[in-house]
T-cell receptor, first 114, second 115 residues
């Protein structure tokens, strides 16, 4: 596809379970970002990848959150032992480089923790 | 600290009129970028317009223009000839860091266009 894709689109889980969220960036984009949007709020930065490395993880809210990127392409955000406050829409964005004048966003994954 | 402020939680505009959405920012970096995104009820984030801190002219993209006042640290979005499809949440964002490109977002403004 031409755009950023994310899966699943919706995820409902029970408190304490682990979840994995996937992001497929636009082909050739080296910069990849994860953001979180809580209900009615702005977007909160989580982590930035340049290629397979993550030079900026400053937005990860706790050590329950981790992310990896393989092959300079697909990225997975993992949340361990989910809590109700983790409920949010998780958005992935990619760009040709960090300095690009545009970040292209995916449709997001809506996570609900019961 | 770097910050984006959008002071208008909600705005109304009559169809075919122009509307200005306010955005102020705070940063000590001499080089930065300012973005506006549109988020319809479907949830997708749609890029609208970009302004670099060193750009001499205000950015324009079709019906969207960015009123950049560097001294006042404001980057207001102007939508001309509003359409019903412009009803959405609008976010102002700043590229905060010179080496990661991460965006800091404001809280957003909900725009409703009246027929």
């Amino acid at each position: 596809g031409a755009g950023v894709s994310q899966s699943p689109s919706n995820k409902v889980t029970e408190k304490g379970k682990d979840v994995e969220l996937r992001c497929d960036p636009i082909s050739g984009h080296t910069a990849l970002y994860w953001y979180r949007q809580s209900l009615g709020q702005g977007l909160e930065f989580l982590i930035y990848f340049q290629g397979n490395s993550a030079p900026d993880k400053s937005g990860l809210p706790s050590d329950r959150f981790s992310a990896e990127r393989t092959g300079g392409s697909v990225s997975t955000l993992t949340i361990q032992r989910t809590q109700q406050e983790d409920s949010a829409v998780y958005l992935c964005a990619s760009g040709p480089s960090w300095a690009d004048n545009e970040q292209f966003f995916g449709p997001g994954t809506r996570l609900t923790v019961l | 600290a770097q910050k984006i402020t959008q002071t208008q939680p909600g705005m109304f505009v009559q169809e075919k009129e122009a509307v200005t959405l306010d955005c102020t920012y705070d940063t000590s970096d001499p080089s930065y970028g300012l973005f506006w995104y549109k988020q319809p009820s479907s949830g997708e984030m749609i890029f609208l317009i970009y302004q670099g801190s060193y750009d001499q002219q205000n950015a324009t993209e079709g019906r969207y223009s960015l009123n950049f006042q560097k001294a006042r640290k404001s980057a207001n979005l102007v939508i001309s000839a509003s359409q019903l499809g412009d009803s959405a949440m609008y976010f102002c964002a700043m590229r905060a860091s010179s080496n990661t490109g991460k965006l800091i977002f404001g809280q957003g403004t909900t725009l409703q266009v009246k027929p």
